[in-house]
């Protein structure tokens, strides 16, 4: 522990690196769950997808054209052939099995059940072209080709079959699969649903009016952003006033569905500090770490959920979720896409002072070069593509310098998160 002393008072500071071990040892992860399977996209299976069914389940046709028994058509000395139409077969069920008899033919539509003893379907191009009345109109074939032109049923999948294997990361081609096969939903893993909340009397949500001196939850708008770019799927409970109450409650209903719970806010060393007050009977700890920003945090579990807590500040909130709870829901994920790309920066500008503690601060890269943005006003964060960081020093590190610099433009994950 690194220590320094405020108007004559010990205080104690964990390291980023002692901060995220005791946040690694919470044991963040994400059980086997079932998901829609148009949510499923990019995740990995965690079962077989075995066909209950045949796929197709009937012999049907492949083109819209006439179903007839090979032997009425096949040689030269049959062609042209005249042949009766005796009934007509559409997609979309037929209220009887359809039977050929020799000399016969079925009118047979793309996708609609081949009648029982046609071994072919000649395309409606090789014929005298469709008739209206059945059982009494011909129609004459005058070309066959060497396709039967019948999709054969369970030509894709026999019952018991493997569709899709567990392991795999799924694509929407099998999402189409999926449906094929009747199924609504399938068991994925690795992917964390994370309960977001932002505390404040002052914070309202995007979209109403604000009074004098409330402002808009910008907090959960970024945190919940990212996450469901990486690919983690979130509950965001709306943000709660500075009540003890209502936050034990807002604080429970995310515990009951989420993997882990990140709040902003209400955890500084103020006498109305809603998360800690919330939190005094609940295995959560609070600390300052050694940061700048970010001094401030918490982690521990919430009704046995693990938890962390950040400040809420929106520039202190995302710097420290980029150093606190993003690395670990990358990891839940194994999705080495989400991950950060760390490039070596040349910082020019004005010196940077003194500081005991690292500091992590937004900044633009522009090429090889970048700058800090030394504001922590909401302002910065709209022209900010990276945190740069800068390490502890006894003097100032002068005009420019190398850092390392986390790009803020990762790519996302092969499967989006999605809000639940």
């Known amino acids: 522990m690194m220590s320094t002393t405020v108007d004559s008072v010990q205080v104690h500071l964990r390291t980023v690196d002692q901060h995220r071990c005791a946040i690694r040892k919470l044991g963040v992860s994400a059980s086997v769950r079932s ?26 046709s492949a083109v819209d054209g006439f179903a007839v028994r090979a032997a009425d058509v096949i040689g030269p000395e049959h062609l042209p052939v005249r042949l009766l139409v005796s009934a007509r077969s559409v ?109 404040g009397s002052e914070v309202r949500p995007v979209g109403t009016e ?86 401030p945090q918490g982690c521990g579990k919430v009704e046995g959920t693990p938890i962390v807590c950040l400040p809420g500040n929106p520039v202190s909130a995302l710097i420290s979720y980029e150093l606190f709870v993003r690395p670990i829901i990358v990891a839940a994920l194994r999705n080495p896409r989400a991950e950060r790309t760390i490039r070596t920066v040349r910082v020019a500008g004005e010196a940077v002072s003194a500081s005991p503690v690292p500091r992590v601060m937004l900044g633009i890269v522009d090429g090889e070069g970048a700058r800090i943005i030394r504001s922590h006003s909401v302002g910065a964060l709209a022209d900010a593509n990276c945190v740069i960081v800068i390490p502890p020093s006894d003097g100032d590190l002068g005009p420019s310098g190398e850092y390392p610099a986390w790009m803020l433009d990762s790519l996302a994950s092969s499967r989006r998160g999605t809000c639940i």
Request: overall charge negative.
């Open 91 to 199: 997609a979309g069920g037929q209220p009887a099995p359809l039977h050929l008899h020799p000399g016969e033919s079925v009118q047979v539509m793309t996708g609609a059940a081949v009648p029982y003893g046609a071994d072919m379907v000649i395309p409606v191009e090789g014929t005298s072209g469709f008739v209206e009345t059945f059982g009494i109109e011909e129609v004459t074939i005058h070309s066959v080709g060497s396709k039967s032109n019948i999709r054969s049923r369970a030509s894709d999948f026999e019952v018991g079959d493997v569709a899709v294997r567990a392991g795999t990361s799924v694509t929407p081609a099998q999402v189409g699969v999926l449906a094929a096969l009747g199924r609504t939903h399938v068991l994925i893993e690795s992917a964390p649903i994370v309960a977001v909340l932002s505390t």
């Open 35 to 60: 998901v829609p399977i148009g949510n499923a996209v990019g995740a990995t299976l965690a079962e077989d997808v075995v066909a209950d069914h045949a796929l197709p389940a009937f012999d049907n």
């Open 210 to 295: 604000l009074a004098r001196g409330e402002c808009y939850d910008a907090n959960s708008a970024m945190i919940v952003a990212d996450l469901l770019r990486c690919g983690a799927d979130v509950h965001l409970e709306p943000a709660v006033a500075d009540d003890v109450d209502e936050c034990r409650a807002a604080l429970a209903r995310c515990a009951a569905v989420a993997d882990l719970v990140v709040t902003t806010g209400g955890i500084s060393a103020g006498t109305e500090e809603v998360i800690r007050l919330a939190l005094a009977d609940q295995d959560v700890e609070f600390v300052s770490v050694a940061v700048k920003p970010g001094k």
